[in-house]
């Protein structure tokens, strides 16, 4: 299962028309009026060759009216064995980040006003991770992942439901984790320094967090942190191109039952 946040109507169609698997995978979108006046949005896409997995039901909850692009995408699948499993891909509300270069937005507001939006904006995270507590059911599997946007030395523990564990925390316990870097991620560090973002950005903003009777977790990694291209036409002349501001974030799990290794 892919869980991709910030997808836009273009890229969709980009992936439909070059992606060769795409056909391969089930995918979860909000619906095409709503594509057309959303921003960007979440994607769940479930491969089903892989696991031969049947997309049993879905629901998109947005986290705001009218309609916004960010919500808590579910979908609820059956694996061999008869066994089922809930997973959700959601994007919570995003972080204040100062910039200093003359003209841009956000150097144009007062200490009070960035104070201001950055409360605003930390109760509205931590009421949509609570929304995700209350609206995800009581199911002996679930995986919650995505871009939760969360700082513990600012918005404290994550709330998690009964049960859940962050598998980052119990499989590398001493590393950072960090899947938004200024220092090790080359194109942020080249857009941040063109910003004149004056102090490094890291935070393990990206997270899953599970509930898993009848699989066990064997592996979480970062990926994505080479670069793809140089970019010759955006902002910064030269600076290398990576796959996305964010590393990315791999889980693998295996199914319990008779020592079988279904992995996702």
């Known amino acids: 299962m892919y869980g991709p946040e910030e997808v836009t109507p273009d ?12 056909q391969e995978y089930e995918c979860v979108s909000p619906d095409e ?30 986290w705001t009216k009218p309609k916004g692009g960010r919500g808590l995408y579910t979908v609820y699948v059956t694996i061999g064995g008869g066994k089922n499993l ?9 972080r204040v980040v100062r910039y200093f270069k003359p003209g841009r937005i956000h150097s144009k507001r007062t200490k009070k006003q960035r104070k201001e939006e950055r409360l605003r904006k930390n109760e509205k995270r931590r009421a949509q991770a609570e ?10 599997n679930v995986i919650l992942c995505g871009d939760m946007n969360w700082d513990d030395r600012v918005d ?16 590398k316990p001493g ?11 080359a194109m942020l560090a080249a857009i941040a320094e063109h910003n004149l973002v004056k102090r490094q950005l890291q935070g ?29 036409h955006l902002i910064i002349h030269e600076t290398p191109l990576l796959p996305s501001d964010h590393f990315g974030l791999v889980l693998t799990i295996t199914l319990r039952s008779n020592g079988s290794a279904n992995s996702n």
């Not at 890229?11 to 795409?22: P, V």
């Not at 809930?86 to 995003?94: D, I, K, N, R």
């Not at 990206?206 to 140089?230: M, P, S, V, Y």
């Open 204 to 232: 393990r903003l990206d997270r899953f967090f599970c509930k898993l009777e009848d699989f066990k977790i064997e592996n979480i990694e970062i990926i994505g942190k080479e670069a793809i291209a140089l970019d010759k």
């Open 175 to 185: 590393e950072n984790g960090y899947t938004y870097d200024t220092e090790a991620n």
């Open 33 to 62: 009026e709503d594509v057309e006046r959303h921003r960007y949005y979440c994607l769940n896409m479930i491969r089903l060759q892989m696991s031969k997995m049947p997309v049993n039901s879905s629901e998109l909850i947005y």
């Open 11 to 22: 890229i969709q169609n980009y992936l439909k028309r070059s992606c060769a698997s795409w």
């Open 156 to 171: 404290g523990s994550f709330p998690l439901l009964d049960g859940f564990i962050d598998p980052w925390i119990v499989l």
């Open 131 to 140: 929304a995700c507590r209350r609206l995800l059911p009581a199911h002996p």
């Open 86 to 94: 809930v997973l959700a891909t959601t994007h919570l509300e995003g």
